[in-house]
């Protein structure tokens, strides 16, 4: 968070969070910083290739959280 506050137009700090948040399972928030890191970058296919990654991981970790409560 403070790489982000001190440059926040550096892309690198977003992906590095939000590698911290897919290593916890909290897709959303790494869906969002990848989000901002390809906003900031938007040729890094790096970044896109991450975010399609965690986008379908969020899906994935969403419908199974549905069907364990029914």
Known sequence: QQAI???PTDS????????MFREARDY????????KAAVIDP????IKRQLGAVIAL?????????SSQL
């Open 43 to 46: 040729h890094d296919i790096n």
């Open 12 to 19: 690198r700090a977003f992906v590095a969070c939000a590698g």
């Open 28 to 35: 959303s928030s790494a869906e969002t910083m990848l989000r």
């Open 58 to 66: 969020n899906l994935v970790h969403k419908s199974q959280q549905a």
């Open 5 to 7: 506050d001190a440059v």
